[in-house]
């Protein structure tokens, strides 16, 4: 969609690139796994729930979800324990591990466990039900905004990079790891 030439305009892939920084660097790096996941500073409640919100904009799930999730994966991290697990491949650990249902990483009680801290929060919990949500409203946002190019590069080829952005930090360094650190 994103290359056809009526989805086309260099203002677009400028947003592109901006959104993409944006939501993978600021909101899924830093917000969610940084802030969130490892509690690695403080920040303003204000800029925390901006950060996060702006995480939520990459589309990876809730915050409750997507800290309880990660921190099963350093918990238990290339082992049956890790959602993501290298061990079982690199295609497996970089997406295929999200296109099936284990009731191990998906049991909303095990994932409220590892992300505790968060659950009680209204503003957490409601991005977390409504992330879906706020994603359609962001892209109608953009429809209003610059048309069709703004949305076939700001919401679905952004989406895609910043997916494999993100996964690509997980397979790469873990299957890096796995291979320079074994017997």
């Known amino acids: 969609l994103a290359?056809?030439?009526?989805?086309?305009?260099?203002?677009?892939?400028?947003?592109?690139?901006?959104?993409?920084?944006?939501?993978?660097?600021?909101g899924i790096c830093l917000g969610y796994h940084r802030y969130l996941t490892h509690r690695g500073f403080d920040l303003p409640r204000w800029l925390a729930y901006t950060v996060v919100f702006i995480g939520t904009l990459a589309y990876q799930n809730g915050p409750i979800k997507w800290v309880g999730q990660h921190r099963m994966h350093h918990a238990g991290s290339d082992t049956d324990d890790d959602?993501?697990?290298?061990?079982?491949?690199?295609?497996?650990?970089?997406?295929?591990?999200?296109?099936?249902?284990?009731?191990k990483f998906d049991d909303t009680e095990r994932i409220e466990t590892f992300?505790?801290?968060?659950?009680?929060?209204?503003?957490?919990?409601?991005?977390?039900?409504?992330?879906?949500?706020?994603?359609?409203?962001?892209?109608?946002?953009?429809?209003?905004?610059?048309?069709?190019?703004?949305v076939a590069w700001g919401i679905f080829l952004r989406l895609v990079l910043v997916y494999h952005s993100t996964w690509f930090v997980n397979s790469a360094s873990h299957m890096f790891c796995l291979l320079y650190t074994s017997p």
């Open 83 to 103: 959602p993501h697990n290298v061990v079982k491949g690199l295609l497996w650990s970089h997406w295929s591990w999200m296109l099936f249902r284990h009731t």
């Open 115 to 150: 992300a505790k801290d968060l659950v009680s929060d209204p503003f957490y919990q409601f991005l977390d039900k409504y992330f879906i949500v706020i994603q359609f409203i962001f892209g109608f946002i953009l429809l209003g905004i610059g048309g069709l190019p703004f």
């Open 3 to 26: 290359l056809l030439p009526q989805a086309f305009s260099w203002s677009a892939v400028l947003l592109m690139i901006f959104l993409h920084w944006l939501t993978a660097s600021i």
